[in-house]
């Protein structure tokens, strides 16, 4: 069972916040200094023991399954517990210990007291705020998760046990590991990428889908003005070819009249497009939203069986330019293609991808941002030519190390009225300035010419394959938030911040540790817009989010190498493995995602963390690899039984 996404987004609750994270430790060290808490720990196994073997199915109030429960009275003489005082317990101090270890995650025990309703029917009411109240009535124990008692952390002993909580492991030693020979299974992995490759290629259908509705949004607005004309333009992962048969329509309209510049005319036009489509047969539903950051009108188109998910934004021209530029970017060598086809096929199924958090464009800059700065593609942003030879790339490197040298590449304030000029940019290669292209007070030139693209040839030889694994260990392991910025203009995922001094993406002073989601004046992960370049697209991931998502870079360049190791299984499927609920029910083990980011966060802001964090070492790991191989087994097994 796929862990839940939480507020119907995947990724928004994918990571669990810091304080929760560390409520295992913080609880364990506080009560360990209790002195009633050995006995405690020891008091909870034995009744846990004792539930499983002699506990009574009964009922609990407004729930219908049944839980194992006993009265503690009748429990307290098969315990052979005694007091500091060398007394038996009574009911009420078992109920105080009871209390005090259900304040921690682990919750194997909780109290409860019999009650009957109006109709003569008994049932049990759970009390989870008892705390260490010693005059509680409440006298059932009850099994209430025994799920989250692990074998090994309370087992049952003469001897106090050990209890340390489980985490899932660092994978810091993926930094020097090296990809294994892939000549092996070179053939079996090419078979697994055509297959991905099809999978996110939509079919004839699909694509005649968009030129239907395109045709019939046009008709829509010319059967109530016939006097403006609208362009209309396919933008997003359909226009550059990354997407599955039933993604969603992007459209772009642009009003061609004058008067529609006026924001009520223009609001008064969009209104009756959305009327217009509402009568059309094919389009079972269209709202407009008004209070979007540019006006859009959310759709869905039917034809034949299929029912399509659309929008229709107005006048935003940097979306179809971001567009056109990723395409040639992809049409300049194949490697591109694949690798960010991986990125987001691992996005979504690692739960990692949403609109609330981080879309997939993002991360498709973040690998675009890789890949140039690994000579597969060069910068378009920076280039009048792709005829570039090494000068180019060292000039580049100049360019990145120099705060000055990058604000030449940024647009300048004008000097007058008359003052066109947006840049002072000159091309790596031959020093020419290149052309402004104004795209929202900002420059949106590239180098949009398909002959010098076709010509292009990297000087970098490695597969596709061997740059994604090179690409989640850096992200994994080499990236630093909190210094670096993703420029894909810059053609470099570590620019310094410091150096993108147009960028809304302060260094962090004060991080809060208990605020899940993002906090005001607080930008941890920095991801340059190409065109509108004072727009920070990594805003809204919160610092858990991106403790958890680097962890899930550096678990996915260990997914791939051992995916090429282990015969058992495709060499992918460890890498799109589903997160499952039996590895992140708690939140206890995420503990070495943050270990490091905590760590380096105090050393590298003021006042950064307004928790006591504990350095979370000594603690058992997960064996994820043996509990992962039993997920992929299953998965084997319905491969087995539908092919």
Wanted: proline share 5%; hydrophobic share 40%.
């Amino acid at each position: 069972m796929s862990i839940s996404a939480g507020l119907g987004q995947a990724g928004v609750k994918r990571f669990p916040s810091i304080s929760s994270m560390l409520m295992t430790n913080k609880g364990k060290n506080m009560f360990n200094s209790d002195k009633y808490m050995p006995t405690s720990y020891k008091l909870m196994d034995r009744l846990r023991t004792l539930l499983a073997k002699d506990g009574k199915q009964q009922s609990i109030a407004g729930k219908k399954n049944k839980v194992k429960a006993l009265p503690l009275d009748c429990a307290l003489p098969h315990l052979n517990m005694l007091d500091i005082d060398e007394k038996p317990f009574s009911v009420q101090q078992v109920c105080a210990m009871i209390g005090r270890l259900n304040n921690i995650p682990y919750k194997p025990i909780m109290l409860a007291k019999l009650q009957t309703d109006s109709q003569g029917e008994m049932s049990l009411v759970l009390d989870k705020d008892i705390g260490d109240n010693e005059g509680s009535t409440y006298s059932w124990a009850v099994t209430y998760s025994p799920w989250v008692w692990i074998k090994g952390i309370a087992a049952a002993s003469k001897e106090l046990p050990s209890l340390q909580p489980a985490f899932l492991p660092s994978f810091d030693s993926i930094a020097t590991a090296k990809l294994p020979p892939i000549i092996q299974r070179q053939e079996e992995l090419n078979s697994e990428l055509e297959e991905l490759s099809h999978f996110w290629t939509p079919d004839k259908a699909s694509m005649d889908a968009v030129l239907a509705a395109q045709d019939m949004i046009r008709l829509a607005a010319r059967k109530f003005d016939m006097s403006v004309y609208c362009k209309l333009e396919v933008f997003g992962s359909r226009a550059y070819g990354i997407c599955q048969s039933d993604s969603d329509f992007d459209f772009l309209m642009t009003i061609m009249h004058r008067k529609m510049v006026k924001s009520k005319l223009r609001e008064r036009f969009i209104s009756q497009l959305k009327s217009a489509l509402r009568k059309t047969k094919s389009v079972p539903l269209a709202v407009y939203i008004r209070k979007a950051k540019v006006p859009i009108i959310k759709f869905q188109y039917q034809r034949g069986k299929r029912v399509y998910n659309g929008d229709i934004s107005f006048e935003e021209r940097s979306a179809i330019l971001r567009t056109k530029m990723l395409k040639a970017y992809i049409n300049m060598d194949p490697r591109v293609r694949t690798v960010l086809m991986l990125l987001k096929h691992w996005g979504v199924k690692r739960e990692l991808t949403s609109k609330d958090v981080l879309n997939s464009y993002c991360m498709t800059m973040m690998g675009l941002a890789f890949l140039i700065s690994q000579r597969v593609v060069p910068p378009l942003q920076l280039l009048s030519t792709t005829i570039i030879d090494d000068k180019a790339w060292d000039r580049l490197t100049e360019i990145h190390n120099s705060p000055e040298e990058i604000s030449k590449l940024y647009p300048k304030e004008k000097s007058s009225d008359n003052d066109k000029s947006l840049s002072v940019a000159q091309c790596l290669q031959t020093g020419r300035n290149l052309p402004g292209m104004n795209v929202s007070g900002n420059n949106g030139y590239y180098l949009d010419d398909l002959r010098l693209q076709q010509v292009w040839k990297s000087p970098n030889k490695k597969s596709a394959f061997e740059l994604a694994f090179e690409m989640f260990r850096f992200y994994g392991t080499e990236f630093d938030p909190k210094i670096h910025a993703i420029s894909p203009r810059l053609g470099s995922p570590c620019i310094l911040r410091s150096n993108l001094s147009k960028l809304e993406a302060p260094l962090p002073k004060k991080i809060s540790l208990q605020s899940f989601g993002p906090q005001k004046g607080t930008h941890l992960l920095a991801i340059e817009d190409p065109l509108i370049t004072s727009t920070n697209s990594g805003r809204k991931a919160s610092v858990q989010w991106v403790g958890g998502l680097l962890w899930e870079m550096r678990r996915a360049a260990w997914a791939m190498a051992k995916g090429l190791e282990d015969n058992k299984f495709k060499v992918l499927d460890r890498l799109f493995l589903p997160p499952t609920a039996n590895i992140y029910r708690d939140a206890g083990v995420w503990a070495p995602a943050y270990k490091r980011l905590i760590s380096d966060m105090r050393q590298n802001t003021d006042n950064s963390c307004s928790d006591d964090v504990d350095p979370l070492d000594n603690h058992s790991t997960i064996k994820l690899d043996e509990l992962e191989d039993k997920e992929l087994m299953k998965i084997s097994k319905l491969h087995e039984k539908y092919l």
